[in-house]
């Protein structure tokens, strides 16, 4: 979260720099600047968005976990019921 908010205040502020230096952005050295605040802002607001889909993801990972063990429950009767049909094969055999 605090990446985000930074990216966001980075962003603008390359942004007004970018505004007020155009006259200077020809040159080089004052260009450098908003643009360089401009660029690590928006990667900045890009880890921040990728850091609040993680805690997204971190919820729906908790129902995936109970999905898993139902998953194993299931998983384990499925061998049992094998097991079974085996033992019925080799008696009627």
Not at 10 to 31: D, K, N
Not at 42 to 66: C, H, Q
Request: net charge negative; no cysteine; glycine share 10%.
């Amino acid at each position: 979260m605090k990446t985000l908010i930074g990216g966001a205040i980075a962003a603008v502020a390359g942004l007004i720099g970018l505004t007020i230096w155009f006259p200077a952005f020809l040159q080089l050295l004052a260009g450098a600047i908003p643009i360089t605040l401009l660029l690590g802002g928006g990667l900045a607001i890009y880890l921040g968005f990728d850091e609040l889909k993680d805690t997204w993801k971190k919820n729906d990972d908790e129902d995936v976990v109970e999905n898993s063990e139902d998953s194993s429950k299931y998983k384990q009767e499925i061998d049992e019921l094998k097991k079974e049909i085996e033992t019925l094969k080799t008696e009627k055999a």
